[in-house]
Protein backbone atom coordinates (compact mmCIF):
# COMPACT_ATOMS: atom_id res chain seq x y z
CA UNK A 1 0.00 0.00 0.00
CA UNK A 2 1.39 3.01 -0.70
CA UNK A 3 1.35 6.34 1.75
CA UNK A 4 -0.49 8.48 -0.26
CA UNK A 5 -3.52 5.56 -0.62
CA UNK A 6 -2.73 5.04 3.67
CA UNK A 7 -2.61 8.93 4.39
CA UNK A 8 -5.80 10.32 6.32
CA UNK A 9 -8.10 12.21 4.88
CA UNK A 10 -7.91 15.96 4.84
CA UNK A 11 -9.76 17.38 7.72
CA UNK A 12 -13.30 19.92 6.56
CA UNK A 13 -11.84 23.13 5.77
CA UNK A 14 -13.95 24.71 8.58
CA UNK A 15 -11.38 22.93 11.07
CA UNK A 16 -8.61 24.04 9.55
CA UNK A 17 -6.40 27.44 11.04
CA UNK A 18 -6.92 28.98 7.82
CA UNK A 19 -10.15 28.97 8.22
CA UNK A 20 -10.54 30.73 11.03
CA UNK A 21 -8.07 33.47 10.17
CA UNK A 22 -10.55 34.24 7.80
CA UNK A 23 -13.07 34.51 10.44
CA UNK A 24 -11.54 36.43 12.54
CA UNK A 25 -10.36 38.81 9.74
CA UNK A 26 -14.64 38.78 8.67
CA UNK A 27 -14.63 40.03 11.89
CA UNK A 28 -12.48 42.55 12.23
CA UNK A 29 -13.73 43.69 8.52
CA UNK A 30 -17.02 44.30 9.91
CA UNK A 31 -16.16 46.50 12.34
CA UNK A 32 -14.33 48.82 10.12
CA UNK A 33 -17.10 48.81 7.27
CA UNK A 34 -19.51 50.19 10.11
CA UNK A 35 -16.93 52.51 11.00
CA UNK A 36 -16.09 53.37 7.51
CA UNK A 37 -19.78 53.23 6.52
CA UNK A 38 -20.51 55.77 9.41
CA UNK A 39 -18.26 58.46 8.52
CA UNK A 40 -18.81 58.30 5.02
CA UNK A 41 -22.79 58.86 5.09
CA UNK A 42 -21.90 61.51 7.57
CA UNK A 43 -19.76 63.10 5.76
CA UNK A 44 -22.04 63.10 2.72
CA UNK A 45 -24.57 64.28 4.41
CA UNK A 46 -23.09 67.59 4.58
CA UNK A 47 -24.78 68.32 0.69
CA UNK A 48 -27.97 68.48 2.89
CA UNK A 49 -27.01 71.98 4.30
CA UNK A 50 -27.10 73.55 0.79
CA UNK A 51 -29.90 71.37 -0.83
CA UNK A 52 -32.95 72.28 2.16
CA UNK A 53 -36.36 71.29 1.05
CA UNK A 54 -36.58 72.36 -2.71
CA UNK A 55 -40.05 72.41 -4.58
CA UNK A 56 -40.21 69.28 -6.38
CA UNK A 57 -41.80 70.97 -9.28
CA UNK A 58 -40.82 72.12 -12.46
CA UNK A 59 -38.13 75.14 -11.53
CA UNK A 60 -38.20 74.55 -8.04
CA UNK A 61 -34.25 74.37 -7.61
CA UNK A 62 -32.25 78.10 -6.76
CA UNK A 63 -30.03 79.33 -9.62
CA UNK A 64 -26.80 79.41 -7.33
CA UNK A 65 -27.09 75.64 -7.04
CA UNK A 66 -25.17 75.98 -9.92
CA UNK A 67 -21.97 77.34 -8.57
CA UNK A 68 -22.10 74.53 -5.73
CA UNK A 69 -21.92 72.14 -8.86
CA UNK A 70 -19.32 73.59 -10.55
CA UNK A 71 -17.10 74.54 -7.70
CA UNK A 72 -17.59 70.51 -7.00
CA UNK A 73 -16.57 70.11 -10.44
CA UNK A 74 -13.30 71.80 -9.80
CA UNK A 75 -12.21 70.24 -6.82
CA UNK A 76 -12.92 66.59 -8.31
CA UNK A 77 -10.97 66.99 -11.52
CA UNK A 78 -8.31 68.67 -8.98
CA UNK A 79 -8.25 65.36 -6.82
CA UNK A 80 -8.32 63.31 -9.62
CA UNK A 81 -4.88 64.59 -10.80
CA UNK A 82 -3.60 65.45 -7.75
CA UNK A 83 -4.34 61.25 -6.42
CA UNK A 84 -3.38 60.22 -10.00
CA UNK A 85 -6.99 58.55 -10.54
CA UNK A 86 -7.24 57.54 -14.09
CA UNK A 87 -9.86 58.27 -16.73
CA UNK A 88 -11.81 55.12 -16.59
CA UNK A 89 -11.62 53.38 -12.87
CA UNK A 90 -13.08 49.80 -12.52
CA UNK A 91 -16.56 49.50 -11.79
CA UNK A 92 -18.25 48.09 -8.31
CA UNK A 93 -19.40 45.19 -10.57
CA UNK A 94 -15.78 44.67 -11.81
CA UNK A 95 -14.43 44.82 -8.50
CA UNK A 96 -17.16 42.48 -7.07
CA UNK A 97 -17.18 40.09 -10.27
CA UNK A 98 -13.15 39.61 -9.74
CA UNK A 99 -12.89 39.84 -6.14
CA UNK A 100 -10.19 42.17 -6.42
CA UNK A 101 -9.91 45.90 -5.70
CA UNK A 102 -6.82 47.90 -6.72
CA UNK A 103 -5.70 49.40 -3.66
CA UNK A 104 -3.49 51.99 -5.07
CA UNK A 105 -6.94 53.88 -6.66
CA UNK A 106 -8.89 53.64 -3.09
CA UNK A 107 -7.81 57.22 -1.40
CA UNK A 108 -8.20 58.51 -4.81
CA UNK A 109 -11.82 57.15 -5.51
CA UNK A 110 -13.02 57.97 -1.69
CA UNK A 111 -12.11 61.67 -1.98
CA UNK A 112 -13.14 61.95 -4.99
CA UNK A 113 -16.87 60.50 -4.36
CA UNK A 114 -16.86 62.36 -1.21
CA UNK A 115 -16.98 65.32 -3.30
CA UNK A 116 -19.11 64.42 -5.86
CA UNK A 117 -21.88 62.88 -3.30
CA UNK A 118 -21.64 66.42 -1.22
CA UNK A 119 -21.63 68.54 -4.64
CA UNK A 120 -24.87 66.69 -5.90
CA UNK A 121 -23.57 64.44 -8.71
CA UNK A 122 -26.90 62.16 -9.35
CA UNK A 123 -24.28 58.97 -8.11
CA UNK A 124 -24.57 56.58 -5.08
CA UNK A 125 -21.75 55.91 -1.84
CA UNK A 126 -21.75 52.10 -2.97
CA UNK A 127 -18.40 52.78 -5.02
CA UNK A 128 -16.65 54.45 -2.50
CA UNK A 129 -18.00 52.05 0.31
CA UNK A 130 -17.00 49.10 -1.51
CA UNK A 131 -13.48 50.26 -2.47
CA UNK A 132 -12.88 51.26 1.58
CA UNK A 133 -14.27 47.50 2.21
CA UNK A 134 -12.75 45.46 -0.56
CA UNK A 135 -9.56 47.21 -0.39
CA UNK A 136 -9.38 46.36 3.64
CA UNK A 137 -9.69 43.42 2.85
CA UNK A 138 -7.06 42.74 0.09
CA UNK A 139 -4.50 44.65 2.61
CA UNK A 140 -5.23 42.34 5.78
CA UNK A 141 -5.13 39.79 2.65
CA UNK A 142 -1.29 40.52 1.96
CA UNK A 143 -0.62 41.33 5.45
CA UNK A 144 -0.95 37.90 6.33
CA UNK A 145 -0.01 36.38 2.85
CA UNK A 146 -3.27 34.39 2.35
CA UNK A 147 -3.70 32.43 -0.65
CA UNK A 148 -5.53 33.32 -4.14
CA UNK A 149 -8.50 31.69 -2.66
CA UNK A 150 -9.20 33.16 0.90
CA UNK A 151 -7.43 36.77 -0.07
CA UNK A 152 -10.57 37.06 -2.77
CA UNK A 153 -12.76 35.43 0.20
CA UNK A 154 -11.17 38.16 2.47
CA UNK A 155 -11.59 41.14 0.14
CA UNK A 156 -15.49 40.01 -0.70
CA UNK A 157 -15.91 40.20 3.32
CA UNK A 158 -14.80 43.31 3.28
CA UNK A 159 -17.59 44.40 0.93
CA UNK A 160 -19.93 43.06 3.11
CA UNK A 161 -18.67 44.79 5.96
CA UNK A 162 -19.22 47.65 4.26
CA UNK A 163 -22.29 47.30 3.18
CA UNK A 164 -24.28 45.94 5.81
CA UNK A 165 -25.18 48.74 7.64
CA UNK A 166 -25.96 50.39 4.10
CA UNK A 167 -28.51 48.08 3.26
CA UNK A 168 -29.90 46.88 6.41
CA UNK A 169 -29.92 43.92 6.21
CA UNK A 170 -27.24 40.27 5.89
CA UNK A 171 -29.33 38.41 3.52
CA UNK A 172 -29.22 41.53 1.12
CA UNK A 173 -25.80 41.80 1.38
CA UNK A 174 -24.71 38.38 1.33
CA UNK A 175 -27.31 37.31 -1.59
CA UNK A 176 -25.85 40.72 -3.47
CA UNK A 177 -22.45 39.44 -3.49
CA UNK A 178 -22.92 35.54 -4.14
CA UNK A 179 -24.89 36.87 -6.75
CA UNK A 180 -23.05 38.76 -8.77
CA UNK A 181 -19.46 37.24 -7.67
CA UNK A 182 -20.63 33.55 -7.85
CA UNK A 183 -18.17 31.78 -5.84
CA UNK A 184 -17.75 28.25 -6.77
CA UNK A 185 -16.69 25.18 -4.99
CA UNK A 186 -15.46 25.37 -1.42
CA UNK A 187 -14.55 29.14 -1.92
CA UNK A 188 -18.57 29.20 -1.94
CA UNK A 189 -18.89 27.84 1.69
CA UNK A 190 -16.14 30.21 2.80
CA UNK A 191 -17.40 33.26 1.32
CA UNK A 192 -21.09 32.71 2.81
CA UNK A 193 -19.81 32.39 6.31
CA UNK A 194 -17.42 35.13 5.95
CA UNK A 195 -19.67 37.26 4.29
CA UNK A 196 -22.82 36.44 7.11
CA UNK A 197 -20.16 37.16 9.56
CA UNK A 198 -18.64 40.37 8.21
CA UNK A 199 -21.80 42.08 7.16
CA UNK A 200 -23.84 41.18 10.80
CA UNK A 201 -21.30 43.11 12.95
CA UNK A 202 -21.37 45.77 10.51
CA UNK A 203 -25.09 45.99 10.75
CA UNK A 204 -25.11 46.07 14.38
CA UNK A 205 -23.02 48.50 14.75
CA UNK A 206 -24.30 50.72 12.50
CA UNK A 207 -27.77 49.92 14.11
CA UNK A 208 -26.89 51.23 17.56
CA UNK A 209 -25.18 54.25 15.79
CA UNK A 210 -28.16 55.35 13.34
CA UNK A 211 -30.80 53.17 12.68
CA UNK A 212 -31.95 51.41 9.83
CA UNK A 213 -31.21 53.02 6.61
CA UNK A 214 -32.92 51.02 3.87
CA UNK A 215 -35.83 49.15 6.03
CA UNK A 216 -39.37 50.01 5.05
CA UNK A 217 -37.81 53.25 3.59
CA UNK A 218 -41.06 54.09 1.01
CA UNK A 219 -44.48 53.63 1.77
CA UNK A 220 -46.61 52.24 -0.62
CA UNK A 221 -50.18 51.09 -0.65
CA UNK A 222 -51.01 47.58 0.10
CA UNK A 223 -52.46 45.52 -2.79
CA UNK A 224 -54.43 42.42 -3.09
CA UNK A 225 -52.50 39.64 -5.04
CA UNK A 226 -54.05 38.19 -7.87
CA UNK A 227 -52.81 36.06 -10.86
CA UNK A 228 -52.93 39.02 -13.67
CA UNK A 229 -50.44 40.61 -11.99
CA UNK A 230 -47.71 37.40 -12.82
CA UNK A 231 -48.16 38.78 -16.58
CA UNK A 232 -48.47 42.51 -15.26
CA UNK A 233 -44.75 41.53 -14.11
CA UNK A 234 -43.66 40.62 -17.74
CA UNK A 235 -45.00 43.67 -18.94
CA UNK A 236 -43.05 45.78 -16.44
CA UNK A 237 -39.86 43.62 -16.90
CA UNK A 238 -40.05 44.88 -20.63
CA UNK A 239 -40.65 48.49 -20.04
CA UNK A 240 -37.72 48.38 -17.19
CA UNK A 241 -35.65 47.19 -20.45
CA UNK A 242 -36.39 50.09 -22.19
CA UNK A 243 -35.70 52.49 -19.67
CA UNK A 244 -32.45 50.67 -19.15
CA UNK A 245 -31.32 50.61 -22.76
CA UNK A 246 -32.23 54.67 -22.67
CA UNK A 247 -29.87 54.57 -19.94
CA UNK A 248 -27.43 52.87 -21.88
CA UNK A 249 -27.80 54.76 -24.65
CA UNK A 250 -27.26 57.83 -23.46
CA UNK A 251 -24.36 57.01 -20.85
CA UNK A 252 -22.27 56.13 -24.39
CA UNK A 253 -23.43 59.06 -26.08
CA UNK A 254 -22.18 61.29 -22.92
CA UNK A 255 -19.10 59.36 -22.60
CA UNK A 256 -18.62 59.98 -26.43
CA UNK A 257 -19.07 63.78 -26.24
CA UNK A 258 -17.10 64.40 -23.54
CA UNK A 259 -14.16 61.93 -24.77
CA UNK A 260 -14.36 64.18 -27.87
CA UNK A 261 -14.00 67.63 -25.91
CA UNK A 262 -10.99 69.45 -26.17
CA UNK A 263 -9.92 70.62 -23.01
CA UNK A 264 -7.84 70.04 -20.39
CA UNK A 265 -9.08 66.72 -18.29
CA UNK A 266 -9.31 68.58 -14.92
CA UNK A 267 -12.20 70.86 -16.85
CA UNK A 268 -14.49 68.17 -17.39
CA UNK A 269 -16.04 67.57 -13.92
CA UNK A 270 -16.55 71.25 -14.18
CA UNK A 271 -18.45 71.18 -17.38
CA UNK A 272 -20.59 68.02 -15.94
CA UNK A 273 -21.19 70.04 -12.83
CA UNK A 274 -22.39 73.01 -14.69
CA UNK A 275 -24.97 70.48 -16.90
CA UNK A 276 -26.23 68.47 -14.41
CA UNK A 277 -26.59 71.80 -11.50
CA UNK A 278 -28.51 72.97 -14.72
CA UNK A 279 -30.99 70.45 -14.43
CA UNK A 280 -31.01 69.92 -11.00
CA UNK A 281 -32.47 73.95 -11.15
CA UNK A 282 -35.38 72.73 -13.57
CA UNK A 283 -36.03 69.32 -11.97
CA UNK A 284 -34.42 69.41 -8.26
CA UNK A 285 -35.27 65.74 -7.51
CA UNK A 286 -32.81 64.69 -9.52
CA UNK A 287 -30.03 65.58 -7.70
CA UNK A 288 -27.69 63.24 -5.12
CA UNK A 289 -28.42 59.83 -4.66
CA UNK A 290 -31.69 59.66 -5.10
CA UNK A 291 -32.53 57.84 -2.09
CA UNK A 292 -34.81 60.68 -0.02
CA UNK A 293 -35.99 62.37 -3.27
CA UNK A 294 -37.50 59.03 -4.02
CA UNK A 295 -39.41 59.28 -0.65
CA UNK A 296 -40.77 62.78 -2.18
CA UNK A 297 -42.06 61.13 -5.36
CA UNK A 298 -43.60 58.26 -4.27
CA UNK A 299 -45.36 60.55 -1.31
CA UNK A 300 -46.45 63.31 -3.59
CA UNK A 301 -46.39 61.19 -7.16
CA UNK A 302 -50.13 61.53 -7.21
CA UNK A 303 -49.82 65.55 -7.57
CA UNK A 304 -46.61 65.56 -9.58
CA UNK A 305 -48.52 64.55 -12.71
CA UNK A 306 -47.41 62.11 -15.65
CA UNK A 307 -45.33 64.38 -17.60
CA UNK A 308 -43.12 65.87 -14.89
CA UNK A 309 -42.82 62.21 -13.65
CA UNK A 310 -41.36 61.36 -16.99
CA UNK A 311 -39.42 64.35 -17.29
CA UNK A 312 -37.84 62.70 -13.68
CA UNK A 313 -36.94 59.66 -15.00
CA UNK A 314 -34.98 61.02 -18.28
CA UNK A 315 -33.51 64.02 -16.24
CA UNK A 316 -32.33 61.34 -13.82
CA UNK A 317 -30.72 59.15 -16.67
CA UNK A 318 -29.16 62.19 -18.02
CA UNK A 319 -27.48 63.62 -14.68
CA UNK A 320 -26.68 60.44 -14.28
CA UNK A 321 -24.68 59.66 -17.52
CA UNK A 322 -23.57 63.26 -17.45
CA UNK A 323 -21.70 62.84 -13.60
CA UNK A 324 -20.40 59.39 -14.83
CA UNK A 325 -18.97 60.32 -18.27
CA UNK A 326 -17.40 64.31 -16.77
CA UNK A 327 -14.92 62.46 -14.06
CA UNK A 328 -17.60 61.99 -10.75
CA UNK A 329 -17.51 58.96 -9.15
CA UNK A 330 -20.23 56.89 -7.56
CA UNK A 331 -22.20 54.07 -7.49
CA UNK A 332 -24.91 53.22 -10.06
CA UNK A 333 -27.82 51.00 -7.61
CA UNK A 334 -29.00 53.91 -5.65
CA UNK A 335 -29.48 55.80 -9.21
CA UNK A 336 -30.98 53.17 -10.80
CA UNK A 337 -33.59 52.59 -7.77
CA UNK A 338 -34.48 56.26 -8.48
CA UNK A 339 -34.94 55.52 -12.00
CA UNK A 340 -36.83 52.21 -11.56
CA UNK A 341 -38.90 53.69 -8.46
CA UNK A 342 -40.37 56.85 -10.80
CA UNK A 343 -40.89 54.85 -13.55
CA UNK A 344 -42.90 52.73 -11.66
CA UNK A 345 -45.08 55.34 -10.10
CA UNK A 346 -44.96 57.03 -13.50
CA UNK A 347 -46.62 53.43 -14.86
CA UNK A 348 -49.33 53.88 -11.98
CA UNK A 349 -50.32 57.59 -13.27
CA UNK A 350 -50.75 56.06 -16.91
CA UNK A 351 -52.64 52.99 -15.79
CA UNK A 352 -54.12 53.61 -12.52
CA UNK A 353 -55.90 49.72 -12.94
CA UNK A 354 -51.88 48.40 -12.03
CA UNK A 355 -51.55 49.08 -8.14
CA UNK A 356 -48.87 51.80 -7.30
CA UNK A 357 -47.43 49.30 -4.52
CA UNK A 358 -47.38 46.70 -7.67
CA UNK A 359 -45.69 48.89 -10.00
CA UNK A 360 -43.24 50.34 -7.80
CA UNK A 361 -41.56 47.68 -6.41
CA UNK A 362 -41.44 45.94 -10.27
CA UNK A 363 -40.16 48.41 -11.11
CA UNK A 364 -37.65 49.39 -8.23
CA UNK A 365 -35.98 46.37 -8.64
CA UNK A 366 -36.68 45.54 -12.28
CA UNK A 367 -34.25 48.73 -13.60
CA UNK A 368 -31.48 48.09 -11.60
CA UNK A 369 -31.79 44.13 -12.36
CA UNK A 370 -31.67 44.50 -15.87
CA UNK A 371 -28.08 45.90 -15.16
CA UNK A 372 -26.77 43.73 -12.58
CA UNK A 373 -27.18 40.27 -12.62
CA UNK A 374 -28.58 39.53 -8.91
CA UNK A 375 -32.27 38.92 -8.86
CA UNK A 376 -33.18 37.02 -5.91
CA UNK A 377 -31.50 40.05 -3.75
CA UNK A 378 -32.92 43.04 -6.00
CA UNK A 379 -36.49 41.08 -4.98
CA UNK A 380 -35.35 40.94 -1.14
CA UNK A 381 -34.11 44.66 -1.35
CA UNK A 382 -37.78 45.68 -3.07
CA UNK A 383 -39.76 43.76 -0.31
CA UNK A 384 -37.74 45.26 2.52
CA UNK A 385 -38.27 48.73 1.48
CA UNK A 386 -41.62 48.53 0.94
CA UNK A 387 -42.89 45.95 3.26
CA UNK A 388 -45.03 44.24 1.01
CA UNK A 389 -46.41 40.25 1.43
CA UNK A 390 -44.81 37.54 0.75
CA UNK A 391 -47.21 36.81 -2.19
CA UNK A 392 -46.64 39.94 -4.10
CA UNK A 393 -42.55 39.33 -4.25
CA UNK A 394 -43.69 36.65 -7.28
CA UNK A 395 -44.37 39.37 -9.55
CA UNK A 396 -41.45 41.21 -9.00
CA UNK A 397 -39.09 38.11 -9.18
CA UNK A 398 -40.76 37.96 -12.75
CA UNK A 399 -40.51 41.61 -13.53
CA UNK A 400 -36.35 41.68 -12.77
CA UNK A 401 -36.13 38.29 -14.81
CA UNK A 402 -37.72 39.43 -17.33
CA UNK A 403 -35.76 42.72 -17.75
CA UNK A 404 -32.74 41.00 -17.23
CA UNK A 405 -33.29 38.85 -20.01
CA UNK A 406 -34.81 41.09 -22.35
CA UNK A 407 -31.06 43.45 -22.18
CA UNK A 408 -29.21 40.04 -22.33
CA UNK A 409 -31.03 39.27 -25.62
CA UNK A 410 -30.63 42.41 -27.09
CA UNK A 411 -26.85 42.25 -25.91
CA UNK A 412 -26.45 38.92 -27.93
CA UNK A 413 -28.16 40.11 -30.99
CA UNK A 414 -26.08 43.15 -31.00
CA UNK A 415 -22.75 40.76 -30.77
CA UNK A 416 -24.02 38.38 -33.21
CA UNK A 417 -24.52 41.32 -36.38
CA UNK A 418 -21.21 43.10 -34.98
CA UNK A 419 -19.24 39.46 -35.60
CA UNK A 420 -21.25 39.00 -38.67
CA UNK A 421 -20.60 42.22 -40.31
CA UNK A 422 -17.67 42.57 -42.52
CA UNK A 423 -14.70 44.84 -41.52
CA UNK A 424 -14.89 48.38 -42.35
CA UNK A 425 -11.83 49.86 -44.80
CA UNK A 426 -10.58 51.12 -41.42
CA UNK A 427 -10.39 47.80 -39.62
CA UNK A 428 -8.68 46.63 -42.32
CA UNK A 429 -5.33 48.61 -42.82
Known amino acids: MSATSGSAPAPPFSQTPQFWVLMVSALGLGVFGAAAALLFMGLIGLGNNWYKAPDPGWFG ?54 VSLIGGASLGPEQALGAMGGGAGGWISRRRRLNDEDGEVNTLAGFAGAYGGLFSSTVIVVMLI ?86 PAVVRPLIGGLVFGVVGVILPLTMFTGSDQLKTVVGTGGTLGAGLLTALVVGKILTFAVSEASGFVGGPIFPALFIGGTAGVLVHQVIPGIPLGLAFTCMLAAVPGAMVSAPFALVLLATFMTQVGALQTTPILIAVITAFLAMESVKYLVATRRRSSPPTSRETR
Do not use: N
Open 61 to 114: GQWWWVGVTAAAGVVVGLLRRWTHLPARIPSLIDDLEHAHVDGRLVPGIVAVSA
Open 178 to 263: LEVARPGGQRMAKTLAATIVSSSVSFAIYFVVAGAFFLDAYQVPSYKFEDWQLLAGIGLGLFAAVVVTLLATVMKLAVGMFGRLKV
